[in-house]
């Protein structure tokens, strides 16, 4: 199996009633068609629907009659720089299973939707009916997103109980409500200083949505790997030269914010961490996460920033977690340690010899390397498995209980909407600030954004922020006095 496509195809076969190989025929013969209105927020809102689909093994058609020669253009190369193999058709002919009118109306549409201000309006069928209030690149990045979720429910044979089919989603990430239109513009450029930690599926994201605000400021990425074909159908930046030479992500997230004034480290939170305490690096006192495990976010807490936002995902899920220093729930509240036996990567690397970083990896394929150093009898074991992904190990061992390691399913648009949650909490601080009380957001992006939980959740009084409180302090002075 393309390994570009596992993630997604591991993710739907969870929530369909079919099987990866047949999941795969089915996405290949999916043809989806996007039709797009006059103006920049509708080109730009479909210029990243396109980013997203092309992600997926599915047929994309571009309905070109609004369109300039330059913004066929544009969308074409989107495409093709990704997929080469596939492109995007222009044209409608009539074939297509699915039609996407973004920012326009179509009588023959199966979904519409529109970008408004920070958030969007998604319909089924042709009638947007709301006020068009003109865009920002968040809500543009937030209605491709909603958008690429109501396609993927059409096209991947998902259970009924498992996805909520809306006739109209309006969503802003900014107030967490479904009125967009009420949500203030920006006044100026959006200014920061912060570290994001983490450039994987909900980081790319955030890089992506910072470049489409225009930021600026200075911005810290942390990432201690480089991007792979396997992170090609997940992650929102990226392209298949990338997928090929395999930069660093920090890199790759650097040349995504023209922008910004970069600083990149290769490497964990927690060895930024000590970067900083040897003053090799600088302290942000706002800090974002991206980040795909419960001990990584417990790591990236020990920065102790003034502030810190988390976007988080779990199969359909997307959550955000929002971290002001000793008034709200810290990570480690959030994700408390709970260590009573060994991590599922823990115990498959155990049982084939390999290390706990390779095995961590389940999306990338097993190669010749990875079994240098085990002895004969593992080595019989796993030779039969070479070129396959490392996520089948467990069953191959004879671990069927586990996981797959840390293998994790996934499709772009989760991601997507959790990073929306996340600058769109960097925005409500510029223009409302101190009007959101809930910290801990989170809702299946398969139903929709509308049962939304929104909660406010405080320290717990035997955390690690509150029982070491002072020695905190003292540590949060100290780096930002360095």
């Keep these: ?66 369109l300039e020669a330059d913004e066929i253009g544009r969308i074409s190369e989107i495409a093709a720089r990704i997929d080469p193999g596939r492109g995007i058709r222009i044209g409608c002919n009539g074939d297509e299973d699915v039609l996407v009118a973004v920012g326009c109306e179509r009588r023959d549409a199966t979904i519409a939707g529109m970008p408004v201000r920070h958030g969007a309006l998604v319909v089924s069928g042709r009638s947007l009916g709301g006020p068009d209030v003109g865009a920002s690149g968040l809500g543009a990045f937030t209605c491709a997103a909603l958008l690429a979720g109501e396609v993927f429910k059409r096209i991947a044979s998902v259970r009924p109980e498992r996805a909520s089919y809306n006739d109209r989603i309006a969503w802003c990430p900014v107030r967490l409500d479904e009125k967009p239109w009420d949500s203030p513009e920006l006044d100026g450029p959006l200014c920061l200083d912060l570290a994001l930690v983490g450039q994987g ?63 990149t480290h290769v490497g964990t939170a927690a060895s ?27 790591e990236a807490q020990r920065l102790w920033p003034d502030r810190l936002i988390d976007g988080a995902t ?47 990896r389940g999306d990338r394929p097993l190669l010749e390397a990875h079994l240098a150093s085990l002895d004969a009898k593992q080595r019989h074991v796993l030779q039969p498995l070479l070129g396959q992904p490392i996520c089948g190990l467990a069953e191959a061992v004879g671990l069927t209980d586990l996981a797959a390691g840390h293998y994790r399913p996934s499709v ?46 405080k320290p717990l009084p035997d955390c690690y922020c509150q029982v070491r409180g002072e020695l905190l302090e003292s540590v949060r002075k100290l780096r930002r006095t360095q």
């Design 1 to 66: 199996m393309d390994v570009r496509h596992s993630r997604a195809l591991r993710l739907a076969e969870g929530i369909s009633a079919e099987s990866e190989e047949t999941l795969l025929g089915r996405l290949e013969r999916s043809r989806v068609a996007i039709a797009v209105g006059k103006g920049e927020d509708s080109v730009l809102t479909a210029e990243v629907l396109v980013d997203t689909l092309r992600r997926l093994p599915i047929q994309l058609v571009l309905e070109s009659d609004s």
């Design 201 to 263: 599926a909900i980081g790319t994201a955030i890089t992506r949505i910072l470049s489409l605000l225009g930021a600026e400021g200075r911005v810290q990425l942390i990432d201690p790997e480089r991007f792979g074909p396997e992170n090609l159908g997940t992650y929102s930046l990226g392209v298949a030269a990338d997928a090929e030479n395999e930069p660093w992500k920090v890199d790759l997230g650097a040349a995504a914010l023209p922008g910004m004034s970069v600083a």
């Design 272 to 298: 930024f961490i000590e970067a900083v305490d040897r003053g090799e690096g600088i302290w942000p006192a706002l800090a974002l996460t991206g980040l795909d495990s419960p001990g990584a976010r417990r």
């Design 314 to 360: 779990g199969d359909t899920m997307c959550g955000l977690h929002d971290v002001v220093f000793s008034e709200t729930a810290c990570l480690m509240c959030l994700f408390p340690e709970r260590r009573e036996g060994p991590t599922a990567a823990e115990r498959l690397a155990e049982a084939t010899g390999l290390p706990v970083e390779v095995v961590s």
């Design 412 to 457: 772009p648009f989760v991601s997507q909407q959790a990073a929306c949650m996340v600058v769109g909490r960097l925005v409500a601080g510029m223009i409302e600030p101190g009007q959101l009380a809930a910290n801990f957001v989170q809702y299946d992006a398969l139903i929709g954004p509308w049962a939304a939980t929104r909660e406010s959740r």
